[in-house]
T-cell receptor, first 113, second 114 residues
Framework: NAGVTQTPKFQVLKTGQSMTLQCAQDMNHNSMYWYRQDPGMGLRLIYYSASEGTTDKGEVPNGYNVSRLNKREFSLRLESAAPSQTSVYFC????????????FGPGTRLTVL | QKEVEQNSGPLSVPEGAIASLNCTYSDRGSQSFFWYRQYSGKSPELIMSIYSNGDKEDGRFTAQLNKASQYVSLLIRDSQPSDSATYLCAVISARGSTLGRLYFGRGTQLTVWP
């Protein structure tokens, strides 16, 4: 039981390049989330998927797209990376109830030059 | 007004002392409250959840909730150097939507010195 896994762990991009961050969970959770964490800013929600087949914007969705590929997988795509997207990205999941704890993956450290 | 506010710290306490971490939230309708611990370079991990007014104890950790004052706190008794981390307060706020979102405070960095 691996919990929430993310790939890659580290990535360096040049401005304008694209990439996809992958996230998978093996806990049979319904809901999945993408956050970014910047120094002094805490964790901010980018996009979330309440259930398979649905996605919604969070606080900071601009410059990102997501795909809920199936119940296990939720990917985050940067179409044209910008230096402002340099951050640590965390994927999380939970069963989906409003009281439910979210479980986090190990994170992806992204640097955009 | 931010959804969740934490005292920014950093907070420094000696080993064996009580560390007190505080958090306020803006949505009076919030029902679910969490404390996460995050070691440097690692992902957040849940240490406490609380849903009802009052205290909830788990080992050396006690979470306190006061919905009337919109205030959540975390007490760490007998603090250890291994407790040194950033503590994130998180609140689920529905704001009229069907699925509540988890809002995080900016975190309080705690250092426990031997």
């Amino acid at each position: 039981n691996a919990g929430v896994t993310q790939t890659p762990k580290f990535q360096v991009l040049k401005t304008g390049q694209s990439m996809t961050l992958q996230c998978a969970q093996d806990m049979n959770h319904n809901s999945m989330y993408w956050y970014r964490q910047d120094p002094g800013m805490g964790l901010r929600l980018i996009y979330y998927s309440a259930s398979e087949g649905t996605t919604d914007k969070g606080e900071v969705p601009n410059g990102y797209n997501v795909s809920r590929l199936n119940k296990r997988e939720f990917s985050l795509r940067l179409e044209s990376a910008a230096p402002s997207q340099t951050s640590v990205y965390f994927c999380a999941s939970n069963l989906g109830a409003n009281t439910d704890t979210q479980y986090f993956g190990p994170g992806t450290r992204l640097t955009v030059l | 007004q931010k959804e969740v506010e934490q005292n920014s710290g950093p907070l420094s306490v000696p080993e064996g002392a009580i560390a007190s971490l505080n958090c306020t939230y803006s949505d009076r309708g919030s029902q679910s409250f969490f404390w996460y611990r995050q070691y440097s370079g690692k992902s957040p991990e849940l240490i406490m959840s609380i849903y009802s007014n009052g205290d909830k104890e788990d080992g050396r950790f006690t979470a306190q909730l006061n919905k009337a004052s919109q205030y959540v706190s975390l007490l760490i008794r007998d603090s250890q150097p291994s407790d040194s981390a950033t503590y994130l307060c998180a609140v689920i706020s529905a704001r009229g939507s069907t699925l509540g979102r988890l809002y995080f405070g900016r975190g309080t960095q705690l250092t426990v010195w031997p």
